[in-house]
């Protein structure tokens, strides 16, 4: 069983940053890659940005050179470094593993942006 959990949401106004933590724990033999996700209301699940085990990122466009994706390997823990946020960012954020054995979720962490 693998087990994550994301830290780090609030309400910001817009222009400001936050910083999402999502730290693994379980028996994981390896990862392929971890990423962040978000659902609005109303809205389809979608990819933020997601970090590979060879250290390749990948971001939606509509975050391009706003956010920021890093992990520490040590921690077993993938970051998302948000800044110059918009009241359209506002969504349930998830953590994503995909793993050796398996896809794993967090239950998400909140992130408002007022106006």
């Known amino acids: 069983q693998v087990q994550l959990v994301e830290s780090g949401g609030g309400l910001v106004q817009a222009g400001g940053s936050l910083r999402l933590s999502c730290a693994a724990s379980g028996r994981i033999f390896s990862i392929n890659a971890m990423g962040w996700y978000r659902q609005a209301p109303g809205k389809q699940r979608e990819l933020v940005a997601e970090?590979?085990?060879?250290?390749?990122?990948n971001y939606a466009e509509s975050v391009k050179g706003r956010f920021t994706i890093s992990r520490d390997d040590a921690k077993i823990t993938v970051y998302l470094q948000m800044g110059s946020l918009k009241p359209e960012d506002t969504a349930v954020y998830y953590c994503n593993a995909n793993t050796v054995p398996g896809d794993y979720w967090g239950k998400g962490t909140l992130v408002t942006v007022s106006s």
């Open positions: 970090i590979t085990s060879g250290g390749t990122t």
